[in-house]
C-alpha cells in the first residue's frame, strides 16, 4: 500500500444517520472522542453509540493541517516513543483537540469510544473544571503488557467501560471496582437482519469474518474434516489474514474474500446457516453480534464473548478444541430443525444488544457521574459482573 503524505480530514459522523426519535436524551453533556476503524462497514463499529447520544468533538480544519505540517514531528515522536502500541499522530491531535473543547465547559463527559488507541494527553487534564473522563475498553486484560509500557494514565479515568466480564478484574484491580462497569456493545438491528426469502436446502452456507484474535491454525485444520463430512456445506472467509486464502487453495468448496462491499457482506451474513469463529482469546465481537442480528447462529470458543451468547444461539468449545468446534457443526448442520430453531433464538439473543438500549445505559452512567438519574435507563452494576 502506498504512503499518503497527508492522512484524510477525518470524519466525525457516521455514515449512517440516527432517527431522532432513537436518541436518548441525557441530563448532562456529553462529547465524544470518535475513531472509525477503517475495516467496519458503515453500520458497524462501537462508534455507532455517538449517533444515539451527545456529541462529537470535530476536528478544526486549522489544528488539522497544523498536525500535518508543524505539529506532525511532535505527533509522530509520542505515537512512536511514548509505549501506546496504537496511540498514532492522528490521536494526538484529535486529543490536542479534545483538550481545546474540555477547557472550555464545565461539568461535561468526555467519552473515548477507544480508550486503549485514543485516550493519553487528556488524563493530564483530569478533574478540572468538574468535568468527567470515561474511556471504553475493548482488548482482553492479555494484551495489556504489550499494548501500554505504562498503564498509569488509565488511574485518572473517572469510569472505565468494558465490554466483556472478563476485563472487569483486570481494570478492578487498577482503578477500584466503582469506577469499573460492564456495558454491553451493540449492534444495528435495524441494518443487519434476517434475510426474507427461503434459503437454498441444497446448499448449506458457513461462514467466517475477520482476523483479529482468529485461530487461523485451526481453522485451517477444521476446514477440510468438516467441508469432506458435509458435502453440501461450503466455506466464505471475509477476513484481511493471507492464511486464509491458502485454505481456500486446499479445498474446492473453500473460498476467500479478503475485502467485500458493505452490501455483499450483508449478503453474506444473511445467506449463512453458522458463523464459525475459532478465536484465541476474547472480548466482545462485531462479527458475532452481526450474524446473530441476520439469524445465524455461532460456533465459537471460550473467552468473553460469552456475555452475547446463550445455548439456544450458539455452540461454545474450549479454545484450541477442533475436535469439539468439528462436532458442534457435524450436529447443527445435520439436524435441520434444530438448526431453523437457532436461527430464530439467534435474531433474538440480538434483539438483547441493540445501540438504543446500550446508549440508554450508558446515559444512566453518565448521569450517576453527577449524582442526577436518568430515568428508564439500566447502568451496569456490581451485581452484572
Request: proline share 6%.
Amino acid at each position: 500500500m502506498r504512503a499518503r503524505l497527508f492522512q484524510p480530514y477525518p470524519a466525525c459522523r457516521s455514515p449512517h444517520s440516527v432517527p431522532p426519535e432513537e436518541r436518548v436524551p441525557c441530563p448532562v453533556p456529553v462529547f465524544f472522542i470518535r475513531y472509525r476503524y477503517a475495516h467496519h462497514c458503515a453500520a458497524s463499529g462501537y462508534d455507532r453509540l455517538c449517533g444515539y447520544v451527545g456529541e462529537t468533538i470535530a476536528l478544526s480544519r486549522t489544528l488539522y493541517w497544523l498536525g500535518e505540517t508543524v505539529l506532525r514531528p511532535a505527533g509522530i515522536c509520542l505515537a512512536r516513543a511514548g509505549g501506546h502500541f496504537e496511540y498514532s499522530r492522528y490521536d494526538f491531535i484529535l486529543e490536542l483537540e479534545a483538550m481545546r473543547h474540555f477547557l472550555r465547559r464545565r461539568n461535561s463527559v468526555y467519552h473515548f469510544v477507544y480508550a486503549e488507541k485514543s485516550y493519553y494527553l487528556m488524563s493530564l487534564l483530569a478533574g478540572r473544571n468538574g468535568n468527567r473522563l470515561v474511556g471504553t475498553v475493548h482488548h482482553p486484560p492479555e494484551h495489556m503488557p504489550w499494548l501500554f509500557r505504562n498503564a498509569d494514565h488509565f488511574r485518572r479515568l473517572d469510569l472505565v467501560v468494558t465490554v466483556s466480564r472478563a476485563q472487569v478484574a483486570y481494570w478492578s484491580e487498577l482503578l477500584g471496582p466503582e469506577r469499573v462497569r460492564y456495558v454491553p456493545y451493540a449492534v444495528d438491528t435495524a441494518y443487519f437482519r434476517p434475510l426474507s426469502a427461503e434459503r437454498n436446502p441444497s446448499r448449506q452456507r458457513l461462514i467466517f469474518v475477520g482476523r483479529h484474535e482468529r485461530d487461523i491454525t485451526l481453522l485451517a485444520t477444521l476446514v477440510p474434516r468438516l467441508l469432506d463430512d458435509i458435502r453440501e456445506a461450503e466455506l466464505v472467509m471475509i477476513s484481511g489474514d493471507a492464511r486464509c486464502g491458502s485454505i481456500a487453495a486446499s479445498h474446492p468448496r473453500a473460498y476467500w474474500k479478503r475485502r467485500v462491499s458493505d452490501e455483499e457482506y450483508l449478503s453474506f451474513l444473511q445467506s449463512a446457516d453458522l458463523l464459525i469463529l475459532p478465536l484465541r482469546r476474547s472480548t466482545s465481537s462485531t462479527a458475532v453480534l452481526e450474524a446473530l442480528a441476520c439469524g445465524v447462529p455461532v460456533v465459537t470458543t471460550r473467552g468473553g464473548i460469552e456475555d452475547y451468547l446463550s445455548e439456544e444461539c450458539s455452540c461454545v468449545t474450549a479454545p484450541g478444541d477442533g475436535d469439539g468446534m468439528l462436532e458442534c457443526c457435524r450436529s447443527l448442520l445435520r439436524d435441520r430443525e434444530r438448526l431453523q430453531a437457532m436461527r430464530r433464538a439467534a435474531r433474538a439473543q440480538a434483539m438483547r444488544f441493540s445501540w438504543p438500549e446500550t446508549a440508554r445505559r450508558m446515559v444512566a452512567l453518565y448521569a450517576g457521574l453527577f449524582g442526577h438519574t436518568a430515568e428508564g435507563a439500566a447502568a451496569g452494576s456490581t451485581s452484572e459482573r
